[in-house]
């Protein structure tokens, strides 16, 4: 595929998202920014948080964990649907009784000042690394296919990029990005779909000869009953439902589009509906993975050696046709920009309202929005820096290790909101974020020796539940003693 080619596709996505900015952020305000208004519809924010949800890093990452997993990553997603259960139970009646924009303002409801404050910094820390490795995954890609070619440097490359996003959020934010949203999830489900079909097609495969090989084949196994490694069935499942109800409950992100819709019973609508589509995608997203593998075998395709991420983007760009070479770029696109644009919008409102106090200061609607802009606009820039040093420390282990530690993260936000749901005592609010910094790093150091400390056994996704139970325990010891009468 050419370079002309990809930046063709590139520009000609990128004009389709800004005619969806212009059809929805005319006269929009503050309030359409933080919340939409309040009129987003539940079926438009279900299906677009499909893409919100997966990443350019899911994208390539879950296709290739095939060839060692097989389909072992179902269990963590089933455990997806009991934690979104959860948060459409429990968090968002919780949310929209307190009438919150942002969610860690509960947070000083409950505990105290320097406890809201601490959630909203693990946030902004977390989404901030987040988004960051996750945009440059995707521009990783560009920049080696397409601008290395031209000699443009790579942090042009990513400011233009950034740009973009931060032009089509400028406005509107919210309100456009719950549209924007469907777009995307609609093209990187288009992609995923065409690859199916391409690999069938040049494997002379009729659908019932393709069910059968997935169902049938060499990558059916979906329970790891071994309990020492990182996926045993069990991890998987409980680390699915715990991180479901923090990555998205406790994450302001996520939540911020739940929360745009008008009722409560409409934003059930959209988390239960959109946790089956989510169950759906991944079903077929670990097909594509099995497909793959298959392709490369009979067609004697090397397997990549750097990392099994390489699998579908090199036999999207260089074995299937221009097709799909095309519809791969603008899938990858569209699984980036959702993870960009709406981290860029919420820690703008988080930044604007849970340390700036833009809601209670009194100013204008004018001031709000000037003041909001700038916010916006640094927070692009940071986004920009980030990206440049993970590209200058070029090492892909320590850029994953970096991007694993600011998901520890949000096993403090775990810890408080759990004992603030299950707990009435009042705790000493100072010492809240000490115990909030000793948590992770505990886990982080119990993770980093558990082989030699507990025979053998690896951490998975549990350690985020670990995590949560190190915080609330911590928030047990430092509990206001009731005074006796």
Known sequence: MSPNLILTCVVAYSAMLFYVVWRTSRHADNESFFIGNKSSKWFVVAYGMIGASLSGVTFMSVPGWVGTTQYTYLMVVFGYLVGYTVIATILLPLYYRLN?????????????????KTGAFYFILSRTIGASFRLFVVVNVLQTFVFDNWGVPFWLTVATFIALILLYTFKGGVKTIVWTDMLQTTFMLL???????????????????????????????????????????????????????????????????????????????????????????????????????????????????????????????????????????????SAAYPSADGALTALTASFCIDFLGIKKQGWT?????????????????????????????????????????AGYTYGPL????????????????????????????????????????????????????????????????????????
């Not at 860690?104 to 406890?115: A, I, K, P, V």
């Not at 001031?367 to 980030?386: D, W």
């Not at 705790?427 to 053998?456: Q, R």
């Open 100 to 116: 919150l924009t942002s969610i860690y303002s509960y947070l000083e409801t409950r505990f105290g000042f320097w406890s809201y």
């Open 191 to 333: 992609s995923m779909v065409l690859s199916v079909i391409l690999i069938a097609r040049q494997m002379d495969m009729s659908f019932g000869a393709l069910i059968d090989k997935l169902v049938n084949g060499d990558y059916t196994k979906i329970v790891n009953t071994e309990w020492r490694p990182r996926g045993f069935f069990l991890k998987q499942f409980f680390g699915g439902m715990f991180i479901a109800i923090a990555m998205t409950g406790l994450d302001q992100e996520m939540m911020q589009k739940n929360i745009s819709v008008k009722t409560l019973k409409d934003s059930q609508k959209n988390m239960f509906t959109f946790s089956i589509i989510l169950l759906f995608v991944n079903m077929m997203f670990l097909a594509l993975g099995a497909l793959l593998y298959m392709y490369s075998a009979s067609k004697g395709i090397a397997l990549p050696t750097r990392s099994s991420d390489d699998l579908f983007p090199t036999i999207a760009l260089n074995s299937l046709g221009t097709m799909s070479a095309v519809f791969f770029i603008i899938g990858l696109i």
């Open 365 to 405: 609607e004018e001031k709000q929005k000037n003041v909001r802009y700038k916010v916006h606009i640094s927070f692009a820039v940071l986004l920009l820096v980030v990206i440049v040093i993970f590209r200058m420390i070029n090492d892909d282990a320590v850029i994953n290790k970096l991007f694993t530690v």
């Open 414 to 485: 775990l810890g408080l909101y759990a004992f603030g749901l299950f707990s009435k005592a009042p705790v000493k609010d100072k010492l809240v974020p000490l115990i909030c910094l000793i948590s992770p790093v505990f886990c982080y150091v119990l993770n980093e020796y558990s082989e030699v400390l507990f025979n053998g056994y690896k951490f998975g996704f549990e350690l985020l539940i670990l995590n949560g139970m190190a915080t609330y325990a911590g928030l047990v010891l430092i509990r206001e003693k009731p005074i006796l009468a």
